[in-house]
């Protein structure tokens, strides 16, 4: 018999009837929300995350969510009260997209490195100019080197999901940084699909006591100054900003694993199980591979499993936490194929590539063999990937084989001639 108490011991997963609704992936992320039990929420609607803003309000009028809303004049007031609120210890959450990811861009930096356990929803949306409203993932992909977390999301069901595992994440004392979710803008945020809700009760004995903000909890009878100038004037000003930086990327690099147990504990307790970094699909065997992220991966599974009847051997790789970048889980995935296709939904302009696949660059240098890769750019401003873009990208990927040099020259442009 196991040395753990039975008091210690995850509760099984039970046996009672399935509770299944069909609902859009943004209102999956207000559900997702409300079964966390936030102390505040502040928000400003924007396309395509407004529906979500809807929700959440419904979900207070209702008397099914328990939570402070602030309407906020803008996204940068929205984030500044969210982080007063943080920092007195309340569990806080938000969420938008493209140009109101952009203004509140002071905040948000800021967030990150007073290490602020905030949980925000992205919506992802492509550039606002030439002006689009549409889908994409160019707007989560700008703030990749900010310091928050980043976790994409396939699935309507994971939306919801990942939402709550992410307050966990967050407010893990080795973590004690702020989350993004990131949802594919048009295709996840009014996509509908049938979820099952967990109950209330299985997430509250998943999270546990709230412990937001343990180590700097704002307190009238204990004054403090909060992220205050590290000056040099007795020389220790640089001395502090490295030892806060150096924390935040131990926090970042901590997250990896943190993240991996609150996936495994959501499975045991919940029964639904999701890989937490990276997951591998029909890899066992392959000799080539897709790399995707994000609601894209569907249909290329439907492309991979359509070459494998075909007598191909073929697999895929879907990236779910981008930031801190999974190197040592993405190594191991890419330990015996020998061509690799990576699939962006936005562009890296300093590289003329997708910002996946120039991170993806660094892992192959780490490889010990020569692996040849290409980059493929497609479902800029809501256009559709379709199994007939991936027949493609298996196509060109498979031809690599041929070419052991070769990383890559161009970019290949999926919706260019569509």
Same mark, same amino acid.
């Given at each position: 018999?196991?040395?753990?108490?039975?008091?210690?011991?995850?509760?099984?997963?039970?046996?009672? /009837?399935? /509770?299944?609704? !069909?609902?859009?992936?943004?209102?999956?992320?207000?559900?997702?929300?409300? !079964?966390?039990?936030? %102390?505040?929420?502040?928000?400003?609607?924007?396309?395509?995350?407004?529906?979500?803003?809807?929700?959440? $309000?419904?979900?207070?009028?209702?008397?099914?969510?328990?939570?402070?809303?602030?309407?906020?004049?803008?996204?940068?007031?929205?984030?500044?009260?969210?982080?007063?609120?943080?920092?007195?210890?309340?569990?806080?959450?938000?969420?938008?997209? *493209?140009?109101?990811? $952009?203004?509140?861009?002071?905040?948000?930096?800021?967030?990150?490195?007073?290490?602020?356990?905030?949980?925000?929803?992205?919506?992802?949306? #492509?550039?606002?100019?030439?002006?689009?409203?549409?889908?994409?993932?160019? #707007?989560?992909?700008?703030?990749?080197?900010? &310091? =928050?977390?980043?976790?994409?999301?396939?699935?309507?069901?994971?939306?919801l999901d990942t939402t709550v595992m992410a307050f966990k994440i967050a407010?893990?004392? %080795?973590?004690?940084?702020?989350?993004?979710?990131?949802?594919?803008?048009?295709? !996840?945020?009014? *996509?509908?699909?049938?979820?099952?809700?967990?109950?209330?009760?299985?997430?509250?004995?998943?999270?546990? &006591?709230?412990? +937001?903000? =343990?180590?700097?909890?704002?307190?009238?009878?204990?004054?403090?100054?909060? %992220?205050?100038?590290? *000056?040099?004037?007795?020389?220790?000003?640089?001395?502090?900003?490295?030892?806060?930086?150096? &924390?935040?990327?131990?926090?970042?690099?901590?997250?990896?694993?943190?993240?991996?147990?609150?996936?495994?504990? =959501?499975?045991?307790?919940?029964?639904?199980?999701?890989?937490?970094?990276?997951?591998?699909?029909?890899? %066992?065997?392959?000799?080539?591979?897709?790399?995707?992220?994000?609601?894209?991966?569907?249909?290329? /599974? #439907?492309?991979? #499993?359509?070459?494998?009847?075909?007598?191909?051997?073929?697999?895929?790789?879907?990236? /779910?936490?981008?930031?801190?970048?999974?190197?040592?889980?993405?190594?191991?995935?890419?330990?015996? +194929?020998?061509?690799?296709?990576?699939?962006? @939904?936005?562009?890296?302009?300093?590289?003329?590539?997708?910002?996946?696949?120039?991170?993806?660059?660094?892992?192959?240098?780490? !490889?010990?063999?020569?692996?040849?890769?290409?980059?493929?750019?497609? &479902?800029?401003?809501?256009?559709?990937?379709?199994?007939?873009?991936?027949?493609r990208v298996i196509n060109d990927t498979e031809a690599l084989m041929q070419?052991?040099? @070769?990383?890559?020259?161009?970019?290949?442009?999926?919706?260019?001639?569509?």
């Amino acid at each position: 018999m196991n040395s753990a108490s039975v008091a210690e011991r995850p509760a099984p997963v039970s046996e009672k /009837k399935p /509770k299944y609704m !069909l609902c859009e992936g943004n209102e999956a992320a207000a559900l997702g929300v409300a !079964l966390a039990r936030p %102390d505040m929420v502040a928000l400003y609607p924007i396309t395509p995350q407004s529906s979500l803003v809807e929700h959440l $309000a419904k979900l207070v009028a209702d008397g099914r969510m328990d939570a402070d809303v602030v309407e906020a004049e803008g996204e940068h007031s929205v984030l500044s009260v969210l982080q007063g609120a943080t920092l007195a210890g309340g569990r806080t959450y938000t969420a938008t997209c *493209g140009p109101g990811l $952009a203004f509140m861009f002071e905040p948000y930096f800021r967030t990150a490195g007073m290490r602020l356990p905030m949980v925000m929803t992205i919506v992802t949306r #492509d550039g606002i100019t030439p002006q689009s409203v549409w889908g994409g993932h160019q #707007d989560a992909m700008t703030v990749r080197e900010v &310091g =928050w977390v980043q976790i994409y999301c396939e699935s309507v069901q994971e939306v919801l999901d990942t939402t709550v595992m992410a307050f966990k994440i967050a407010e893990h004392h %080795d973590v004690m940084l702020p989350v993004n979710v990131c949802l594919d803008g048009n295709y !996840l945020s009014y *996509g509908s699909a049938r979820i099952e809700m967990p109950e209330q009760a299985e997430v509250d004995a998943f999270m546990g &006591g709230k412990d +937001v903000n =343990w180590h700097v909890a704002l307190d009238p009878l204990r004054p403090m100054a909060v %992220d205050p100038m590290t *000056g040099n004037a007795s020389g220790s000003g640089p001395a502090t900003f490295v030892r806060y930086r150096k &924390g935040q990327c131990r926090g970042m690099q901590n997250a990896l694993k943190v993240i991996e147990e609150v996936h495994a504990d =959501w499975g045991r307790r919940i029964g639904r199980h999701y890989a937490p970094l990276v997951e591998e699909y029909r890899l %066992d065997d392959a000799d080539f591979a897709l790399l995707t992220l994000g609601s894209m991966t569907g249909a290329a /599974k #439907d492309a991979v #499993d359509e070459a494998r009847a075909a007598g191909r051997r073929i697999g895929l790789i879907k990236i /779910k936490t981008f930031s801190p970048f999974p190197i040592d889980a993405l190594q191991r995935a890419l330990r015996n +194929v020998k061509a690799l296709g990576v699939v962006d @939904r936005s562009v890296a302009f300093r590289w003329n590539c997708g910002p996946m696949f120039q991170e993806t660059l660094g892992v192959l240098y780490r !490889l010990d063999r020569h692996l040849p890769a290409q980059s493929f750019i497609g &479902g800029l401003a809501g256009a559709d990937i379709t199994v007939e873009h991936f027949h493609r990208v298996i196509n060109d990927t498979e031809a690599l084989m041929q070419q052991p040099e @070769r990383i890559y020259h161009e970019p290949v442009w999926l919706n260019e001639k569509d």
